[in-house]
């Protein structure tokens, strides 16, 4: 370790998932002493914001972060002059700001000397904590992931957030050790992350990881010698989540009480599903019979987007339609957003920080998309990985939302889009 400043970021980050975990307890069991996730991370944020300052004055780091800064403080500012109240809007700017905070903090010399704990020791301590929520959930400890049962999600209060915390970390994970992790080490932990993801029970999480799985696979099927390998994870993975889907029978004498989670976090409509399936001397209802329950009810749509497009036409019925050309620029800020959030990143940032937030929010989702065509110049099929991966959050990030403005997950997006840096470098690097 170079310097005490990278052993306080690094203890912050550690820290991370255990300070949302201590914050959904207290929620949980109804202690009312404010967020402590949000004071832990507005916190780091002062401390990397000093260490910046400090450490790279006259760079081109604090140059960068200083013209996010100013763009976040001037739609503030708009919000706090037209609504009044903008202490929404100070929460949202300091998730953004932290996770840019994070990324060149880091990125000032690539972080050569800390590989393994950004990319290895991290992301797997994260998926540790994350994992063993998700289970506590599925036996009563905690929350489930949905009011009717379905699914886990522990201490976690935000479960659609927690779905791209565990879908990032395995993402990380999995690039970083797929050309050196012997085979045996790489399917073992695709056995457990799907059990994992399934457990947790969100389409994000599932879906999203057999698509990482399904990227590996291909990449491990064109790479000589590697040619059942590919092939090989996609069925443990199948198997896996197999085995999972009737882990609630399994579980069902584990389970402990009855914790509801609150209904405010998913749709009106989606409830139905709570009531449709708690029938007397049923087993309780897994993540297929959701599913299987909003097809036939509700038709494919509204299963992919778990009805968030009804919240968009709420929303611009009662606040887009009435935005003015200022609105459009810098947003009305999230008290004057008083509906139900739409859950699609883009739209909801457009409402809150108007188009100028959503350059902010989204730029460490282009520098990954930047670094993924860098990389196909000099290496096409790590390249096209990569950009697979990036496309995948993106599509999470417009279907289901809580990626680019989560409080929970905004520090694994930081450290993927380190990652692409990494590569982007090395790759030039081989090339010379």
């Known amino acids: 370790m170079r310097s005490v400043a990278d052993k306080v970021v690094l203890f912050f980050l550690f820290g991370w998932p255990l300070i949302d975990v201590i ?13 402590v996730s949000a004071a832990y991370k507005t916190l780091f944020f002062l401390v990397l914001m000093l260490f910046l300052i400090v ?3 006259g760079e081109k780091q604090t140059q960068k972060i200083s013209l996010f800064l100013s763009a976040i403080v001037l739609c503030v500012l708009y919000h706090h002059v037209s609504s009044g109240v903008n202490t929404e809007s100070i929460s949202w700017a300091v998730r953004a700001l932290l996770a840019i905070s994070i990324y060149f903090y880091f990125l000032r010399d690539n972080s050569y000397g800390l590989r393994k704990y950004l990319y290895l020791y991290l992301p797997v301590w994260y998926l540790l904590v994350a994992g063993f929520n998700v289970v506590l959930g599925n036996i009563g400890i905690g929350e489930p992931q949905y009011s009717n049962g379905v699914g886990g999600k522990g201490f976690f209060i935000a479960g659609n957030e927690l779905s791209f915390f565990l879908l990032a970390s395995i993402s990380i994970l999995m690039l970083a050790i797929v050309n050196k992790l012997k085979y045996p080490g790489l399917t073992l932990l695709t056995f457990v992350a799907s059990v994992i993801f399934t457990l947790q029970g969100t389409k994000t999480t599932l879906a999203g990881f057999l698509c990482i799985v399904s990227f590996i696979s291909i990449y491990l099927y064109i790479k000589p010698l590697r040619i059942f390998k590919g092939a090989g994870l996609v069925g443990v993975a199948l198997l896996a989540v197999v085995m999972a ?14 914790n509801p989670s609150d209904s405010s976090s998913i749709s009106v409509a989606e409830a139905e599903i709570a009531d449709a399936s708690v029938v007397e001397q049923k087993p309780k209802p897994t993540v297929l019979d959701r599913w299987q329950h909003f097809a036939k009810e509700k038709g494919i749509a509204f299963l992919i987007l778990s009805g968030r497009s009804e919240f968009w036409d709420k929303a611009y019925d009662e606040k887009v339609r009435h935005f003015s050309p200022l609105d459009h ?3 009305i800020g999230g008290e004057a957003f008083d509906i139900h959030r739409i859950e699609m990143d883009p739209l909801d ?6 188009i100028l937030g959503l350059f902010v929010f989204y730029f460490l989702m282009y520098r990954m998309f930047y670094c993924s065509f860098r990389i196909l110049r000099y290496s096409p099929m790590e ?3 990569l950009l697979a991966v990036s496309l995948l959050f993106l599509l999470v990030s417009i279907v289901a939302g809580h990626v ?29």
Not at 245 to 258: C, N, R
Not at 349 to 354: H, Q, R
Not at 409 to 414: D, H, K, T, Y
């Open 383 to 385: 390249g096209s990985l």
């Open 55 to 57: 450490r790279s004055v």
């Open 349 to 354: 940032i457009f409402v809150v920080y108007g």
């Open 245 to 258: 889907m009737k882990a609630p029978d399994w579980m069902g004498d584990l389970t402990v009480s009855e």
């Open 23 to 35: 914050n959904g307890a207290v929620v949980y069991y109804g202690y009312d002493i404010g967020s």
């Open 404 to 432: 680019v403005n989560s409080g929970v997950s905004s520090s694994v997006l930081a450290i993927a889009a380190l990652y692409y840096e990494k590569r982007r470098n090395e790759s030039v690097m081989v090339s010379v």
């Open 329 to 331: 620029v810098l947003g």
